[in-house]
């Protein structure tokens, strides 16, 4: 194993993935070191959701290996991936619609210290204060978004798997959403993106990776020169 | 109309809350067993056909408990839904953790097939004429109101009934505990993900739910006959009751619950021959207008 690989937080080799009979990861490797922020580019169907779901444990069947922390996941149920410090934001942003927002905060079990108090997480996110007594399903979309990641930063989770935080968002939102990430990306989160929008993946992420029909097809160790993200743009229009 | 005015000008005022009382007493056991099997309902996703013979079971088990251990019924009121509720984790964990992958309707027909293996070998030891349970010494006797009389038994199985049914609707929607409940029903998958261990909160909440009809069976033992069939006798009804409510709300399996037995109450001082009918129009009315039940959270 390469030193790049034993010092990355996430080591992703050789990943398949199936829903069902059908097999949608062909061999997937790709990783994350510590404190980076990481993207997953692709179309609708490349299998960039589906990476997030094999490594938090939830396809019908997934092979390969992904080393966490160096330790091997592939065969550990979710809830034991979780208990290791891997914090997941789903695509729908699992808001749940018989909680409450706070209730909905406050769900994701604590899994070790050093995670942010609900004070800290009401100055990066003051809509939630405001609406904490409200059903979660109530909220804006972007308020939404914002509830989906502030829950999974009180855990003490310190790798965050984000499967596309703008989706569907006003541009106003998708701003402020990338200020929270580069926030975050400051006090020492690693991060693994998952998205489509392209200038908003160039200005937060340290590298890109892109995905094309589950298998990956491109990687750009460094980001944001113009021309390599006009080449990503290929792949997501063309 | 004058027909109406005749039966209540001739009716007692005694004999018409006596009526009410028993359909609240009969509501109060609905409510119970509405309860759990929402419960069951919303995190396993498997109608509960064998909650019947879960209640049967705790009421059988006071008995056998009695006739050949002297325990009493205090004592049974504990202990009986303990080993009832240990028999449904059992269950949970090596039978119907199987069929959840599969269509509901094994489910179904699996706690169906489980209900008639209990009923049947306890028809078979016992036959099927009911048991008398007598009545604990603390609590026979009675209250004379003035416009009815109000035996105590009673009034501890209504104070009883609405006190769990409440203590569970408040655990259920107030509590910690109760948000990863709630959470679990909803999207088990997302709280996997979490880190908790939703397998184990479902073989939990079936043993409490298991184990609440089985509580409602000790409390049924005094007034009902104990009798193996005793469950299948009440189940259809509760079922009902679930679809009155609005499948999976707690709230609503509690209220039609005493609501369905009130009704029937109602029913039986205007038009007796109705009174084992009048819930399965009562359901038909509420589908008509509410498709997914009165506190039906879904359209």
Redesign the interface.
């Known amino acids: 194993m390469t030193n790049e690989a034993t010092s990355a937080v996430l080591c992703v080799r050789d990943l398949h993935g199936w829903y069902g009979d059908s097999h949608v990861l062909h061999a997937v490797s790709f990783d994350v070191r510590p404190g980076q922020l990481v993207t997953l580019l692709g179309r609708n169907g490349a299998g960039k959701s589906t990476t997030l779901k094999a490594m938090?444990?939830?396809l019908d069947k997934r092979r390969g290996s992904i080393l966490f922390r160096g330790k091997e996941t592939i065969a550990a149920?979710?809830?034991q991936?979780?208990?290791q410090g891997l914090a997941?934001c789903?695509e729908d942003r699992?808001i749940?619609?018989?909680?409450s927002v706070e209730?909905n905060l406050?769900?994701?079990?604590k899994?070790r210290d050093g995670g942010m108090g609900i004070e800290a997480i009401y100055r990066l996110f003051p809509n939630l204060k405001d609406r904490a007594k409200s059903v979660g399903t109530k909220l804006s979309g972007g308020e939404q978004q914002m509830l989906a990641i502030a829950r999974?930063l009180r855990?003490g989770a310190d790798t965050l798997l984000l499967d596309e935080p703008t989706e569907g968002l006003a541009p106003v939102i998708v701003k402020q959403i990338g200020a929270v990430i580069r926030e975050l990306k400051g006090l020492g989160y690693t991060i693994l993106l998952v998205e489509q929008n392209i200038k908003f993946a160039a200005k937060v992420a340290d590298q890109h990776y892109v995905l094309e029909n589950g298998r990956v097809v491109e990687h750009i160790p460094h980001a944001a020169h113009a021309d390599e993200v006009r080449g990503i743009a290929n792949y997501l229009h063309a | 109309m004058h027909n109406l005015m005749d039966t209540l000008s001739n009716l007692s005022i005694d004999a018409f809350m006596g009526q009410l009382m028993l359909g609240l007493i009969n509501g109060a056991f609905y409510a119970m067993l509405s309860l759990g099997l929402a419960l069951i309902f919303g995190m396993l996703n498997i109608v509960n056909f064998v909650h019947g013979a879960q209640y049967m079971l705790g009421a059988m088990l006071a008995w056998i408990l009695l006739q050949t251990l002297g325990i009493n019924y205090w004592v049974s009121l504990l202990l009986a839904p303990f080993i009832v509720g240990a028999f449904g984790l059992l269950l949970e964990r090596f039978v119907l953790r199987r069929v959840y992958a599969l269509d509901p309707a094994y489910g179904l027909l699996l706690t169906f097939g489980i209900a008639l293996l209990l009923e049947g070998s306890f028809r078979q030891k016992l036959g099927s004429s009911g048991q008398p349970y007598a009545i604990p010494a603390e609590l026979r006797g009675g209250w004379d109101l003035g416009f009815m009389y109000m035996p105590t038994y009673r009034a501890w199985v209504l104070i009883a009934s609405i006190t769990i049914c409440f203590a569970v609707w408040y655990v259920f929607e107030r509590t910690?505990l109760g948000?990863?409940l709630?959470?679990a029903?909803?999207?088990p998958?997302?709280?996997?993900?979490?880190?908790?261990?939703?397998s184990k909160m479902i073989n939990l909440t079936y043993g409490l739910g298991v184990a609440l009809a089985a509580v409602a069976g000790v409390l049924a033992a005094p007034i009902y006959q104990v009798s193996p069939l005793m469950g299948s006798n009440i189940i259809i009804v509760v079922f009902a009751v679930v679809v009155i409510g609005g499948l999976g709300s707690m709230s609503g399996a509690i209220v039609s619950g005493f609501l369905v037995g009130f009704v029937e109450g109602l029913t039986k001082v205007f038009y007796p021959a109705a009174s084992s009918t009048v819930v399965f129009v009562l359901m038909a009315c509420v589908l008509l207008v509410k498709p997914a039940g009165l506190f039906g959270?879904r359209a």
């Open positions: 938090m444990g939830l149920q979710a809830n991936i979780a208990r997941y789903p699992g749940f619609a018989t909680l209730e406050r769900l994701p079990p899994i999974i855990t | 910690r948000s990863y709630r959470a029903t909803e999207k998958q997302l709280v996997r993900a979490f880190g908790i261990d939703v959270r």
